[in-house]
């Protein structure tokens, strides 16, 4: 690794750079890799978040410069920033600044689920198909998200702002940036409140994100936005399901029609991913066959297709997958180390292009149709009075707490971090103030 590629690295380490679009994986990692090519991430498939684009419109300089300098770091060639072709309005701009730069350009693709898949969006910008259980670097690939390279763009700069959007039923639906460690009835009071009595949310998204009802919860710098619903809403209810609920119901109705297999994406990359026959397992209460069965989760992206969309029954083998991994990781199993890893490499499927899902059809599905708008950008100014900084806002070890209760913080001071032998990287005040409560989970800080 080069003197500048280290750098690049250790300050996106220090400003606490991590992934921007739900997982939050810290940023440095990537940059020490070595990659052909730099893709921008910009697909922003999950329905009605559009934080994203956004930032594209209006700060796209900023993420060119922060992919030219990833770019330098891991040696890459050519950068890609794939974006879907419908974004009208931001792409002559992206283009015309593409122009003005060495070896980036611009992909326009179909509006589908999961575009943003990493895996998928490798492979639509390169024809390589990420081998089963590892990552884009495998391919010579680094995928980052355009409010991570943003970040990136801002040497050393800690940070402590976060963009989100606010869709849903509230009543002037936005995408603005806040500091980290507000919580989202803050957020949604910028957006005028809501529109009904009794609200849920889905955080990160309705296909991937969590369904929360505590809106005391705060935005952490992995935060992408929140959809707001009714309790009663039918998404709420259908991703709320136990597992005793959707493990009972999947027992008694799953006909094995494996249309949860034919659209899984991950599926028609040539993985052995096939949640029809992990449902198989909700027939088992153990032994070999069960054990087998759950093996074919091991590949799930967990983007939801298949319960949200695929399954004729309305049923969850998202979840039975999910369910399945985690009784696998107990017993440290995971893809490498399974029956399946037969070494063999995968193949895309021969009608993966006629499989894919039109976000348009999708929205009727979810039952989001009424909320299907724009969330315009907002300069709405945020000045709580008080964040609470979670201390695990990362892939990774938890930050340990750096201060104490009744110390004063400026703007950007370190709050927490990890040891440097330990993936992670540090949180910082998001406000100036005084240190409030202190433990394991969080650090407040009351203006």
């Known amino acids: 690794m080069s ?78 920033i794939g974006i879907k072709k419908k974004h009208e309005r931001v792409i002559p701009r992206l283009e015309e600044i593409a122009k003005t730069r060495k070896n980036i350009s611009v992909l326009k693709m179909g509006d589908y689920y999961p575009a943003g898949d990493e895996q998928c969006l490798v492979f639509e910008a390169t024809g390589r198909v990420v ?96 959809i707001v619903l009714a309790k009663n809403h039918p998404l709420i209810v259908k991703k709320a399901q136990s597992r005793a609920v959707f493990s009972r119901i999947g027992r008694s109705t799953c006909d094995q029609c494996s249309f949860c297999t034919e659209f899984c994406p991950r599926y028609l990359l040539g993985h052995n991913v096939q949640p029809h026959r992990v449902m198989r397992t909700l027939l088992f209460s153990g032994g070999p066959e069960h054990k087998l069965h759950s093996q074919y989760g091991l590949l799930c992206c967990e983007c939801s297709l298949c319960s949200l969309y695929s399954c004729p029954e309305g049923l969850n083998p998202r979840e039975a997958c999910v369910a399945a991994k985690s009784d696998l990781r107990d017993v440290k199993i995971g893809f490498k180390n399974s029956s399946l890893n037969t070494g063999r490499k995968a193949e895309p499927h021969p009608v993966r292009d006629f499989r894919k899902v039109p976000v348009s059809k999708l929205v009727k599905r979810l039952g989001l149709e009424d909320y299907n708008k724009d969330a315009p950008w907002s300069e709405a100014v945020c000045k709580p009075s008080r964040v609470k900084i979670l201390m695990s806002q990362h892939i990774g070890a938890p930050c340990i707490p750096s201060v104490k209760e009744g110390q004063k913080v400026e703007k950007g001071a370190v709050v927490g971090d990890v040891p440097a032998d330990k993936l992670g990287c540090p949180v910082h005040a998001s406000i100036p103030g005084t240190v409030g409560r202190v433990n394991e989970k969080y650090v407040e800080i009351i203006a």
């Open 131 to 226: 081998p089963p259980g590892g990552i884009p670097l495998d391919v010579g690939c680094v995928v980052s998200n355009v409010e991570t390279l943003y970040n990136a763009a801002f040497p050393g700069r800690p940070v402590t702002e976060k963009f989100i959007t606010v869709n849903g039923a509230v009543k002037k639906p936005a995408t603005f940036r806040v500091p980290v460690g507000i919580t989202w009835r803050e957020a949604a009071e910028i957006c005028g409140g809501f529109t009904i009595k009794d609200p849920a949310y889905i955080d990160g998204g309705p296909m991937m994100g969590r369904v929360m009802t505590d809106f005391e919860a705060p935005v952490t710098k992995a935060s992408a936005g929140i």
């Open 3 to 80: 003197d500048s590629s280290a750098e690049f690295s250790r300050n996106l380490r220090a400003a606490g750079v991590v992934g921007a679009g739900g997982a939050g994986f810290p940023s440095y990692v990537k940059a020490q890799g070595r990659a052909e090519y730099a893709i921008v991430n910009a697909a922003e498939c999950e329905p009605l978040l559009k934080k994203d684009q956004k930032i594209l419109e209006y700060f796209p300089e900023k993420v060119f410069y922060g992919l030219e300098m990833l770019m330098k770091s891991v040696g890459a060639k050519q950068g890609i």
